[in-house]
């Protein structure tokens, strides 16, 4: 199963849980999760039960922090994960209408992918800088801010381009 938890993954497990006291190996699951995905893509319900069992916690503790967390994907999702804050502050400067901006860019709704693999479009309940607003994640990891219409237009082209 591709989903499997490899020797090398338990491996990099056994180092994460090291970190702490032995007792408290729980407080490693964040790390293990992040460590399946980076593995597989995405965080399965499998995966979920074997870090659980891993780390001698309840399925459903584990289940909580996969869904609580937008970084922890639950299916495959796209070369580009997009997410979009949509919370109150976002909403008030354009948050909205950036994700409807990108849903008929893409031809996708939100929770969706683009049909190419390339692109996922999620909402994100606050990314922290509201004053920025509207912002979105890209892949997690970079953090654009005051994404206009033509911004996130130059971003999806930048993005294709990137792959041409």
């Not at 699951?29 to 980076?38: E, G, P, T």
């Not at 849903?103 to 709704?109: D, N, V």
């Not at 509207?134 to 206009?148: E, I, K, Y």
Request: net charge negative.
């Amino acid at each position: 199963m591709a989903d499997q938890i490899s020797e090398s993954m338990r491996q990099r497990f056994d180092r994460e849980v090291a970190k702490y006291p032995a007792d408290q190996k729980q407080s490693a699951v964040m790390a293990c999760l992040a460590i399946v995905q980076l593995e597989n893509g995405y965080v399965s319900a499998e995966s979920e039960q074997q870090v659980a069992d891993y780390l001698g916690m309840a399925p459903i503790a584990v289940r909580e922090v996969t869904t609580f967390y937008n970084m922890y994907n639950q299916q495959p999702v796209g070369q580009y994960k997009l997410n979009v804050c949509t919370n109150l502050p976002c909403q008030l400067r354009d948050g909205q209408t950036a994700l409807q901006h990108l849903e008929l860019r893409l031809g996708i709704k939100m929770g969706q992918t683009t049909a190419d693999g390339m692109f996922t479009l999620q909402q994100s309940e606050c990314l922290g800088a509201c004053a920025d607003s509207p912002v979105m994640l890209v892949n997690d990891r970079t953090m654009c801010s005051f994404m206009s219409n033509d911004k996130l237009d130059q971003l999806i082209d930048g993005l294709k381009k990137a792959q041409a």
